[in-house]
């Protein structure tokens, strides 16, 4: 039974909230299109985190991604989009995300990131 | 004006038809969906071919493979498809077509397959 | 519903048998058990086949690999028994299988086998 | 209906403007001429900024680089020609450049230069 | 006599009490399985740590990372899990972990976690 | 006193005519102009051939490829159009070229060209 | 108990005596002496072979070669006397060796020789 | 008209002495001999500084590097009397040099030196 | 005349004692025996450091790191000797040795120490 | 007591004229003198062949090659030079050279050529 694509995001607890480590998931397959032609874009999202309370769910973050695919938007908006979804979802001491997107006009773009919880 | 995807692959007249050379073309955008599951696949689609009468147009060949987009279709089929509209539009020499799709239950596959024009 | 591993191949008709093509299915998550020591082992197979009337399902296949990884055997031995199953339940023109294995000892072993159907 | 190519940059508003990102442009595309020779010279400009009130329009910073193609410079004069009018363009928070410029008398030249807004 | 899998690390003592020095031991063999699936993941553990009065010894280290090979864990537990381990073993006055997962649903997980002997 | 671009190649006779050898030379600044957008292109030239009474002056050749730095056209004629300039000057027993265009719509595009003179 | 070095190799009979199949065994730790100057000289050998009736023990091997650590022999005549005595161990149907060695007087040898079986 | 290899340095005014900009310079093609054995050594010299009110013309350091090609000099001597020449003429806001010798005696040395202008 | 291997390391005097600079050796060439079980090891060293009075002169680094090919140490322990040994012949301002051991048992490790002259 | 360089090369008897097997000597530290402008050019010569009665020295090959150092070549001419000395000297079965000079402007050139003694 195939999952759908969903911008809910699941989590689970943290198992070892007392240890301050580092997550980092590389995600190559992301795809949106571009708000002003409509043709599609390729980007690979780096993103990586210090879990707080909760860590995020393998599988619900790849049908997280995968809801983008039909969407329009810039480059340096969705990569912020993401960012905040993903603090708003899990709560993190930390996060970065680090979008690379493939070249366009001859030139590549990346878009980086980060959040930093200053009450942790 | 954006264009849209479309299966309709535009033709130029052969520049230098007396010469016997190769075109390559890599196209590491490729997406279609999976036919079974309905969830993304992605791959890089290596084109070569030596050219007949014709020649393929960039821009109709960006526009041809964006129509896959949102089509479902097993690995070993759709890049046999894609053999068989180019070789019908072309009428080329000779061509080949090395489709690597992104790794799925930590497999990676590729998809070669040709096509040989007997009677040039 | 996980799915248990299993010496059962599952095949699906060639969808273009009238085309000679080739499919790479790289695996480096291959792990089997030393019938000497009982330590483990570990290897990346490159298995490469040209479909006759059939084309092997992925996850079946994975499942499939996956079944050896309590057995002991051999690296020349496991390498050609692979060969054979598939071989047996494909029915390919042509097959070769590139098994490299880890670094044991200081030497770093590889097999490489084929099957050519001499009939087609 | 092709463009031309234009001193003049184009910025849009920036979508997070409460947020310290970078955008990262790697444009290997760059050419202009020897102001002593009169031959042509080729780099890989690398364009790091975090963003302000704007950000550039990527298009329009092809243009702008497309710009110097028949202009005569010296290298670390137009590196740093490019960074004063990418500050003054988007008045962002930092910005740096790394031009690395292709080898001539069997020397390699990278020139990099960086703006930093003391005031944010 | 092959030895088996045990959770028990062999330590021997540090030649060079006297001195700060690292160790570093890169192990691409790991495998466990997943708790929710049943089927196996794979992962590259490098193990970094700076002595305290104990080295651990290298073959022992071997078998307690093959202990795992039939247990069910998440990533970010196991990797947390071998930390606590070799921490209690050793007691290092620093240690250091990076497990980097294979790709599962187009995603590369690396989990890295440190230990620091506040104390020393 | 700086040289400009020109269509002249110049030749020096073949030091070795006795022996069958093969002179290979990549030239990654190559740029010209595309004749439906006027946007510039670059490519990598690679140009191998097996010599006959003559050699080409590598200063010549450089000034050569200059040569095409304003005008527009399409890869696979400049490509052909460079073969057959080379051949006509250098009467080589065999030539190769391959001709690596820069991404343009996210398709990389090659073209491989060859002349054998069938008499020698 | 550790095994010592031994010119005897070890064999056990090919499991696949029906497959013409190819093992490849890569041992980057060969250390002889040089003949002249008693210095060390080290080497990285590849081992290929299509076995007939038997296929090498991996540790016997290993401890082959590990028997040269203290013999004086030039590159070219160590790197055949280990293709006859693997010949005559293993009676294969073809064998290849490379011999890489290390750099001195800043010239990089490597050795390759090969026998073939001209009865089977 | 060929120019000789000199020691002497030409500079020109930095184009902007109100930035603080690097400039690095790779130079592959160094070579001296050995003041002990007279043989040919080769380097890989990478000049990196930050111009203060002059830059150095490329040209002339070519000119100068070459300047070594007959004398004899140990590593640790040549890489320290470059720096000190370039920065006797350039004045530099600060420099370094980090020269990499090819191996000898299986042994491969990189000279690192840095100068600083404490009074900028 | 062959020189023999020697644990007696050969100085001669900085030539540049009025600059702070660093000179780092790779010897790729690092064997040793196993002191458990007799077996060879083999390790890249590479030995960096800030010259104090002395530098080390390159051949009898040679023919030190040769003098352990027949003894017998463990990882740990055999890098601090040599670090002890080249720390107590140079007196430099800091001293890191960095080696890397080759692959036992799936694991590689590597040992990195240093020293520091708290009174330079 | 340093040899120096020297047209005569010197050469061993085969050890193993039994056997077709083939040496090559990568020897990146090739360096003459343009003869029109006199400035250095370097090159990496690939030199493989198969022995015909006698092997070549290895001293005696760098020795040869560094004769070239003051000497004024084109590289077409250099490449052949080599080739034609050293059949004379080994009289081969076959021999290849591949020479790969540095890039001038913006030009890398690589002459191949070969001697297939079509006795044997």
């Not at 969903?6 to 397959?29: A, F, G, R, T, W």
Request: glycine share 4%; charged share 20%.
């Amino acid at each position: 039974m195939p999952t759908q694509p969903s911008k809910s995001l699941q989590v689970v607890p943290n198992p070892h909230p007392d240890i301050h480590y580092e997550v980092e998931m590389v995600c190559p397959e992301f795809t949106c299109v571009c708000p002003m032609t409509g043709q599609p874009d390729f980007a690979t999202f780096t993103i990586t985190y210090v879990p707080g309370p909760k860590i995020v769910e393998l599988k619900s973050l790849k049908l997280y991604l995968w809801s983008f695919r039909d969407e329009g938007h810039f480059h340096e908006d969705v990569t912020n989009m993401v960012l905040k979804d993903l603090v708003a979802a899990l709560d993190p001491r930390e996060m970065r995300i680090d979008a690379q997107f493939n070249v366009r006009g001859g030139i590549t773009t990346t878009v980086r990131t980060r959040y930093l919880d200053r009450t942790s």
